[in-house]
């Protein structure tokens, strides 16, 4: 595994050098490889740590094992996690027996489909980029793949958190090293096991699927729900029937991470019919929204992630109408109390592919900064989130007030057309301004503000939005355009509407501000 150390070298390393504390990061030549061999790292110790409660947690983060210890935890389901031979491979389907005629290329995500391809309308992520594959990246490609399966065609199911998952993982800040940063999503075995699974299922096919065939967890083509798995199969899920072809290999170099190998890999064989992942499952590791009283995964959407995400990512929304809660290693971390361990402000790194059916649009991640509630209650957090819900709403709502104005301003009417751009302006020039009002409402709410002491702070956060709002209109998107292109009428009428939105009391109302009260006199006249 390809790991970065503190002084920016690149070394590659073995698991059992998970603990080495010179080692910072992963350092993978590609994004989503670094997401998911934080994921495995993180399987592999939940998997095998011998960790029953809080005091063993702290032990093994204060005083990181050694490399004979950390081999010793896994000595016994080595050969699980052999990725060649005739038997059981690391994430691959011992059963199969179709022709090995998939280009390499084909594990990697982003790479165009056949659609694609055919239709020549590969013009940014073009074919022929990746055509011969190192083991280890051959490797860590196909658990990228069975960790983010997005939808491949009849029978090519998707992951267990359905196509392209968000994963938010917590870390030290400042650094600390690879160790801490993975053991912190580590979660002792009884939490870990109280959302999904039958722990009876001892076999170790209920947790490595790849060890046994298809038929031995699912009826031929059913599905597989948490209940027929242990718990912790979330880590090792194999929703593709996928067998990586070493009879057919060649010397030279990588085309991802550029390293000679005696044996490239060129191509796979694959097949309809994997593990069918339906019902209830609970992944530690991602957030999730409810619908009709039923818990789903978050996925990335275009915009990728700000400050917007902080509340339902880091402590949940409870709006009946858009539920949100953070992943369960998240809500265990600040429920346990180990913010402490963690540095000053630890920070959430979220990440994921923005997918559109079979073909990704997008790569996102980003690190939020994750404040101290260790010493909050229950109605400290009910309290908080009621404010910033309200915050966000506004937000939400300026948004649209600016697109809707720069809009109007530019073509009038309902004119159709690519907007992001005003959207992401808003978004970046006020994240500032929420995290430092975000600090100042933490660190209030710790001595029971007052009703006054809150409409302060959303009185600031109401003279940011109309700032911001104002600002952007004149200095980037209209004020700035060229005089011969532009309708001053047109332009005057935009520039009124969005004053009158951003200075009337329906945002006020939003924010839960009090709302000057006109005489029924007053109107009269």
Request: net charge positive.
């Amino acid at each position: 595994m390809p790991v970065r150390d503190h002084s920016g070298a690149r070394r590659w390393i073995s698991p059992a050098d998970l603990a080495d504390p010179e080692l910072l990061a992963f350092d993978a030549n590609r994004a989503d490889f670094n997401g998911a061999l934080a994921q495995f790292a993180i399987g592999l110790l939940s998997t095998h740590a011998p960790l029953s409660n809080a005091r063993d947690w702290e032990r093994w983060f204060t005083t990181p094992p050694d490399a004979s210890t950390l081999q010793s935890w896994w000595k016994g389901s080595v050969d699980y996690f052999t990725y060649d031979g005739n038997g059981a491979r690391f994430m691959q389907d011992a059963a199969l027996t179709a022709k090995a005629d998939f280009s390499i290329s084909g594990l990697l995500i982003d790479s165009p489909g056949e659609n694609a391809i055919k239709n020549n309308s590969d013009h940014f992520v073009k074919r022929g980029r990746i055509e011969r594959l190192c083991p280890h990246c051959a490797v860590t490609a196909l658990f990228t793949l069975q960790v983010n399966a997005p939808a491949g065609g009849a029978g090519h199911r998707t992951g267990l958190r359905g196509g392209g998952p968000l994963t938010t993982l917590l870390a030290c800040q400042p650094a600390k090293s690879l160790w801490h940063d993975l053991w912190l999503n580590v979660i002792e075995s009884p939490e870990r096991e109280a959302h999904g699974g039958d722990v009876r299922k001892t076999a170790p096919h209920f947790t490595f699927p790849w060890l046994a065939a298809v038929d031995a967890i699912q009826p031929d083509q059913g599905q597989t729900s948490p209940i027929q798995t242990h718990p912790l199969h979330i880590y090792w899920s194999t929703p593709r029937r996928i067998r990586l072809d070493f009879d057919q290999t060649v010397e030279g170099d990588c085309d991802i991470c550029h390293r000679h190998h005696v044996r490239l890999l060129s191509q796979y064989a694959t097949a309809p019919y994997g593990l069918n992942y339906k019902g209830p499952w609970d992944h530690v590791l991602s957030p999730y929204y409810q619908v009709k009283g039923e818990w789903l995964p978050l996925h990335p959407q275009p915009g990728g992630f700000g400050y917007r995400h902080w509340l339902p990512w880091l402590v949940g929304v409870t709006d009946e109408k858009a539920a949100q809660r953070p992943a369960r290693v998240v809500t265990h971390f600040r429920t346990s109390r180990r913010t402490r361990h963690a540095g000053p402000v630890p920070s959430l790194w979220a990440f994921g592919y923005d997918m559109d059916n079979m073909k990704a649009r997008c790569w996102y991640e980003a690190r939020l900064p994750v404040y101290n509630l260790d010493d909050y209650s229950p109605a400290n957090v009910k309290r908080l989130q009621s404010v910033l819900q309200s915050w966000l709403a506004g937000a939400k709502d300026s948004a649209y007030a600016l697109r809707n104005a720069v809009k109007a301003a530019w073509f009038g009417g309902e004119a159709r057309g690519d907007y992001s751009a005003v959207d992401a302006a808003f978004w970046t020039d006020t994240e500032a301004e929420f995290y430092k009002l975000l600090q100042r409402l933490i660190d209030v709410m710790h001595v029971r503000p007052s009703d006054s002491e809150l409409e302060v702070l959303s009185q600031s956060w109401l003279k940011t939005l109309q700032r911001t709002n104002m600002a952007l209109f004149e200095n980037v998107f209209v004020g700035a355009g060229e005089i011969d292109r532009s309708n001053p009428r047109r332009v005057a009428k935009a520039r009124e509407f969005l004053r009158a939105t951003m200075m009337g009391d329906k945002l006020k109302k939003t924010l839960n501000l009090p709302v000057e009260q006109v005489s029924r006199k007053k109107q009269a006249a």
